[in-house]
């Protein structure tokens, strides 16, 4: 049990890899705030879990929701000692002249200001508590790019410089900060890196995607989760301001 009677806070723990992490830091011992805009499935995710676990209904994007999400924890729990900031979302290829402003600020507010707000309202209890994970989802499209993806690259790369410098400035307080790069990954999201029809998009995933993947699959849900329980559990109590690639060799 690497995680026995830990709070856990992990974002986008409705799907994919939110999920795979909720059920694996459940089964550690956690006690896991499964935080997702999409109610039912967080309901869903949270109703599968052993422990004393809740489904809490968040958009990460939304200041108010975050501060009362914090809120919540803290009355239930009295703590948090774990915030896996995981919820994002993709875009399809899509060429710069032709990504709307709008689009540009809501992969921003999603996939990076939600970073910066859960770190607002969890890190004073973190510093009060003398201890603290944070772990961030960010992405191999952080580090190499692929045509088209500009937004979404952009805003992982912030994740990333993000992450290290919250862990340098948390360090003096006992506060791990790392992320996970994930390469392409089979999960509700890798088909809407795309556009075209079913057919297409089942093509493109397996000639973009997958060819690109060295190890020769795709990662699954449970790769990441394991490499987040490691960065959330004591094994790595010495690993902060760390991006550990789950990518099957893609970062290479
Ligand atoms: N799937 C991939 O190929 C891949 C590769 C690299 C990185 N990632 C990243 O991994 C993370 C998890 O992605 P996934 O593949 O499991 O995707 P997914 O679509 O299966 O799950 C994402 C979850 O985030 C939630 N979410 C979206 N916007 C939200 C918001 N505003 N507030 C709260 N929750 C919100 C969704 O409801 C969903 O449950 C994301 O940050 C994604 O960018 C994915």
Not at 39 to 63: C, F, H, I, K, Y
Not at 103 to 129: C, E, F
Not at 240 to 246: M, S, Y
């Amino acid at each position: 049990m690497l995680l026995q009677e830990k709070v856990a806070i992990i974002t986008g723990g409705g799907s994919g890899m939110g999920r795979a992490m909720a059920r694996l830091f459940d089964s550690q011992g956690a006690k896991v705030v499964v935080a997702d805009v999409n109610g039912a499935a967080a309901r869903q995710t949270a109703e599968a879990l052993t422990g004393d676990s809740v489904a809490a209904v968040t958009d990460v994007t939304a200041e108010a929701q975050v501060k009362e999400l914090t809120e919540q924890v803290i009355g239930r729990y009295g703590k948090v000692d774990i915030l896996v900031n995981n919820a994002g979302m993709p875009m399809s290829f899509t060429p710069i002249e032709e990504v709307s402003g709008e689009q540009w600020n809501r992969i921003m507010d999603v996939n990076v200001k939600s970073v910066y707000l859960t770190a607002k309202y969890v890190v004073p209890h973190m510093k009060r508590q003398g201890f603290g994970v944070i772990v961030n989802t960010a992405s191999i499209a952080g580090v190499r790019a692929r045509p088209g993806l500009n937004a979404y690259c952009a805003s992982k790369g912030a994740v990333i410089m993000l992450t290290k410098a919250l862990a340098i400035e948390l360090a003096p307080y006992k506060i791990r900060v790392n992320g996970i790069n994930p390469g392409p990954a089979d999960t509700p999201m890798l088909p809407r890196f795309m556009n075209g029809d079913q057919e297409q998009i089942e093509r493109e995933t397996k000639e973009i995607f997958l060819s690109s993947v060295p190890l020769g699959s795709l990662i699954q849900p449970e790769d990441v989760a394991q490499a987040a329980l490691y960065l959330c559990s004591d094994m790595a109590k010495l690993v902060t301001g760390e991006i550990l690639h789950v990518d099957g060799g893609r970062g290479i």
